[in-house]
């Protein structure tokens, strides 16, 4: 892709398809003789590991999907089914149920490894945004399929986000009766969620094949921030990063098991077990984990229409990031003061998070005794967040001065005056 | 791209026929795909029978004082009480203008209705020919939505300041009329359309 192809078609049967359907030259030209940079660290290896979670999640959901019914009446009887009488119906609802963490967890540290090398500047800006649609898409897949259970917090968290949409005006109630099919959520609700989850996975596949099309133009970042300069900053795709990125994937899917066969109901809600109910709320919803620094944010505001624009703006200013950021240089490694900011950020989404498991009258740890509750740190943190991209970074850009750079990638590798040591001669790390 | 306006004809100044057949195909073919796309969008509305579930009976005579019943009403729980003497002579001194929501939001009545208690109970309900409702029991009985207006949630009954419904959401707190009096919902519990068609008996819908 970068370059001219260097794959040479060996037997008859290779080169007659190479000449009808050259497949095989895309595979070897993106996965096998794909020059990257020399010193991509473990951050780099979310990337095939969220492919891996994504098949992950078609696989075990198309058979879930040959067992689950997406009626009210059925719905929750048939998930317990699953889990009790279906062959191994336990062990593929809990790598699917489980899976959707690892997802998020794995997304959401390919995010910050984008935002700390600076990945998302210039010439990546649509990578960066096509990974924030795909992120949304998540999100929208996750929300749908917890719905589908129909246990409890399914019911009454289907109900909380539909109702969001009424803050809008005039056009809020049509629209939330249109989301619903009816006057509340109810069975065609749960009967079109069931579709669109099994949808909006396809669709993320599709958006991951333009992310790595984008990717594969400029080529990938790494922690140096630097350009590829020369043939010497870089190794073939493979065996190098197929190895390394293959060895994070079997630690990867360690911790996954960890969870899936020891303690899979961790990050699962108890009241999810008990059937949906129109008539009782439980005492304290919550969403998902990963979707607590947005419950945060919306609870943030007493407005109701407010509190919605905002987190829907926390996620919409991560598509302008790449025009916020005025900073020449690409990776935090050169940046003082940006690397310090950066941090408060990730405490801040940590600290985000706790504040929407949290209730907003409840008082923080420590610092109750000075009066804090649990309302005023998530709008304390609300306003880094929002910060961090609309004033810091755009002003960072002017005031700071970054630390020196080495003069390459191959420098930053293997020191000054080694440089003439040859690509092959070095080992990955 | 061939410029169509540059032909020898119109010397690229007038507008050709070829532009007035290109405008006119973009344009019909635009509104045609307007056209098929409303189907695929209007099925996802309530369906004519999701339509036609939509009156719900409620019988009072078994209702004491103080008590509260909750029915469902087109796929939404409503709640039903018949409120003690106090409950209502609280909420009837309330003035309108201290209310953070002012409208009666009572399906019974014009949208500017302001929310008195007389506004919120069964006193606005209609009343079928030759049914006799008692006065006492009509300002007694409430009906409102059970779905908090901030975000849906079923409040609970007994709690919060006023003593009538508190939202554990997100901590919204309803008095004794279903109106808001404090907390992130924008509006009092929404009233259904209602009819006496016995003395006893109220037909939601
Ligand atoms: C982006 C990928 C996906 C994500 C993030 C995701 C997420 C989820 C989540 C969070 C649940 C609730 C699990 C529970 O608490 O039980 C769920 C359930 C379900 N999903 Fe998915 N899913 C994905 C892909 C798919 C696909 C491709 C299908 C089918 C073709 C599918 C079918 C189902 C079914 C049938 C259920 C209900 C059974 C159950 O609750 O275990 N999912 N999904
Ligand atoms: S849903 Fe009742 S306060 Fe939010």
Known sequence: MSGPSTYEPKTGVERWLDQRLPIVRLGWDSFV??????????????????????????????????????????????????????????????????????????????????????????????????????????????????????????????????????????????????????????????????????????????????????????????????????????????????????????????????????????????????????LVTPAHIVPEWYLLPFYAILRAVPDKLGGVILMFGAIGVLFILPWLDTSKVRSMRYRPLGRWFFVFFVIACLGLGWCGAELPDNKVPVLGAIGLNFLWLGRILTLYYFAYFLVILPLLGFIEKPTQRPASIEESVLGKGKSDASASAAPAE | MTDVNSNPETGGEEPSRRDFLYIASVGAVGVGGALTLWPFIDQMNPAADTLALSTTEVNLSALEEGAEITVMFRERPHFVRRRTAQEISEAAEVEVSRLPDQLARNANLEDSAPATDANRSTLSAGVDEGVEVDEALRSAMLVTSANCTHLGCVPTEGAGDYDAWFCPCHGSHYDTAGRIRRGPAPENLPIPPMTFISATTLRLG
């Open chain 1, 33 to 278: 003789d794909f020059p990257t940079p020399r010193n991509l660290n473990y951050w780099y290896t979310f990337g095939g590991i969220l492919t891996v979670c994504l098949m992950i999640q078609i696989v075990t959901g198309i058979v879930l999907a040959m067992h689950y019914v997406p009626h009210i009446d059925y719905a929750f009887a048939s998930v317990e089914r699953i889990d009790r009488d279906v062959n191994f119906g336990w062990l593929l609802r809990n790598i699917h149920a489980n899976g959707a963490s690892m997802f998020f967890l794995a997304v959401y540290l390919h995010m910050l490894r984008g935002l700390y090398y600076g990945s998302y500047k210039a010439p990546r800006e649509l990578l960066w945004i096509l990974g924030v649609v795909i992120y949304l898409l998540m999100m929208a897949a996750a929300f749908l399929g917890y719905v589908l259970p129909w246990g409890q917090m399914s019911y009454w968290g289907a109900m909380v986000i539909t109702n969001l949409f009424g803050a809008l005006p005039l056009i809020g109630t049509p629209i939330t009766e249109w989301l619903w099919g009816g006057f509340s959520v109810g069975n065609a609700t749960l009967n079109r969620f069931f579709s669109l989850h099994y949808l909006i996975p396809f669709l993320i596949a599709g958006i991951v094949g333009l992310h790595v099309w984008a990717l594969h133009v400029p080529g990938n970042n790494n922690p140096t921030g630097l350009s590829i300069k020369t043939k010497a900053d870089t190794l073939p795709f493979h065996p190098y990063y197929t190895v390394k990125d293959g060895f994070a994937i079997i630690v990867f899917m360690i911790i996954f098991a960890f969870f899936v066969f020891y303690w899979p109901d961790a990050l699962g809600h108890a009241d999810n077990y008990i059937e949906a109910n129109a």
